[in-house]
């Protein structure tokens, strides 16, 4: 099987945990190169559901072996409950899950900072997951963060280096936040605890993928967030701190560009955004609600409501080319059966004048009114489509649009949340 790469188009949500379930039957590695527990990522599976947030959408299928990978930040407390939880439900985990020691290790004083960052940014705050992503990566980037490979040090020597870092960090919090600051030694032995329960899964990931650099062994690269979210090509400042573009796939990962493979955008038949900033196609009335119903747009991560709204082809454009899809993936279409119509925005109007590439400034972005372009809808159920045939001639021709406007074809088109609700499609949906 040829590697692949799933990144989502949109701001996230797009489905890409399901499709990574689906496809990673036959791999043998899936890596997730980015983010942290502020991903969500929902597999259902028959009448079971399952959340990831950290541990990569693989692990549902046996023999399959999942990476967490270099460029991702890693909460050690979280990491373990969700491997106690696949456990718990009979799924085995520490033998074929891997955590790069190069990944940065986030500390409950990168989710106390978070929160009160937030909460002292008032009516601009980002709306984030509170998972202490921002923080955990400005670590990073200052070089004074902990890593995953910390946690192979001696007992006392790890403590002793969580004690300084968590000292440090309470001065932020007592200085800067007033707030309280964290017991320094209760916190550090908790993570030497958890560094027992951790560390055989810590490895070498540049050693550990060596065959997937040589070409024998195949990869699925699990992309977290979305491309309007990406630190440096979204809607900067109300993004995430991480490259959820094709570029965090190669730095999160240490493997060449050779090894990516095929690209694979993922993008809802609509759109929907959690947290604050622009979304120039969102719906404010009934309409959201309606799509919101129809949808179930509660977060995985915080069970926020989600903002919903219709297809932004600008952005989506613009995700396609940043990437370089070489294909994009459909979901949720069946979350439209019901509508009478359906808006896609076709262009922005930017101060008086129509454009249809997408505005990067931060400025302009809030400023943009989307143009929209109607279709008419099916009115008939797609839950049971296998083929493309199967589906509904209006609903044929909305996929055939999305393909011509989007410049890449479409290879696979989801209509239900169920593992085997899918349409695969790998010539494109234009006969
Ligand atoms: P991710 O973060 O990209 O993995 O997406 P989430 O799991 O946060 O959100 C996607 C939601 O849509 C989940 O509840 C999925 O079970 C659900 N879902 C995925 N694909 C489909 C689909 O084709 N149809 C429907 N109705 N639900 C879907
Ligand atoms: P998955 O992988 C949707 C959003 C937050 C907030 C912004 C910054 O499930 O698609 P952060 O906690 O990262 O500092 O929050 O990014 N956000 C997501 N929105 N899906 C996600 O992940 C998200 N991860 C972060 O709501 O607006
Ligand atoms: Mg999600």
């Known amino acids: 099987m040829e590697n692949r790469v799933i990144i989502g188009g949109q701001w996230g949500d797009e489905g890409k945990g399901k499709i990574v379930d689906a496809l990673s039957k036959d791999v043998d590695w899936v890596l997730r190169y980015q983010g942290g527990a502020n991903a969500g990522h929902t597999i259902h599976i028959g009448a079971d559901k399952h959340v990831l947030h950290l541990v990569p959408s693989g692990i549902l299928h046996d023999g399959v072996r999942c990476l967490l990978g270099g460029g991702m930040v890693i909460d050690p407390w979280s990491l ?24 940065a290790l986030l500390m409950p004083f990168h989710k106390r900072l978070d929160e009160l960052r937030e909460t002292r940014l008032k009516r601009k705050s980002i709306g984030t997951t509170g998972r202490g992503i921002g923080p955990a990566y400005l670590d990073k980037l200052q070089r004074t963060g902990m890593r995953m490979g910390d946690l192979l040090m001696p007992a006392e020597n790890l403590e002793r ?103 694979n955008g993922i993008f809802k038949a609509y759109c929907t955004r959690v947290g604050n900033g622009p979304f120039p196609s969102e719906l404010l009335g009934t309409k959201g609600d309606e799509l919101r119903d129809a949808g179930g747009e509660y977060g995985a991560t915080t069970g926020r409501a989600r903002r919903c709204g219709w297809f932004d082809m600008v952005a989506s454009r613009y995700a396609v080319d940043i990437n370089g899809m070489t294909g994009v993936i459909i979901t949720k279409l069946d979350v439209l059966d019901d509508m009478d119509s359906i808006q896609v925005a076709t262009a922005y109007e930017l101060i008086g004048e129509e454009i249809d590439v997408y ?63 899918m349409i695969w499609t790998p010539t494109g949906v234009t006969t």
Not at 80 to 102: F, N, W
Not at 222 to 239: C, K, N, R, S
Request: hydrophobic share 40%; net charge negative; proline share 6%.
């Open 359 to 421: 505005p990067v400034l931060s400025e302009q972005i809030p400023l943009c009114r989307p143009v929209y372009r109607e279709f008419p809808g099916w009115d008939k159920p797609t839950t049971e489509a296998r083929q493309l045939q199967d589906l509904p001639a209006n609903a044929r021709k909305y996929l055939e649009y999305l393909e011509k406007e989007l410049g890449a074809l479409i290879v696979g088109v989801s209509v239900g949340r169920d593992r085997e609700q």
């Open 161 to 263: 280096k969580a004690i300084e870092k968590i000292l440090a960090a309470n001065e932020v919090l007592s200085e800067f936040y007033d707030a309280e600051p964290l017991p320094a030694r209760i916190v550090a032995e908790e993570l030497v605890v958890l560094a027992q329960f951790l560390a055989p899964m810590v490895v070498n990931a540049y050693d550990k993928l060596s065959g997937v650099r040589a070409g024998t062994e195949s990869a699925l690269f699990e992309g977290a967030q979305g491309t309007m979210l990406d630190i440096d090509h979204g809607t900067f400042p109300y993004v995430t701190s991480s490259n959820s573009t094709i570029g965090g796939a190669l730095t999160g990962t240490g493997l060449p560009p050779r090894s990516l493979g095929e690209i």
């Open 80 to 103: 373990r409950d969700e491997v106690l939880a696949l456990e718990q439900k009979g799924h085995s985990v520490r033998d074929r899950m891997y955590i790069s020691a190069t990944a």
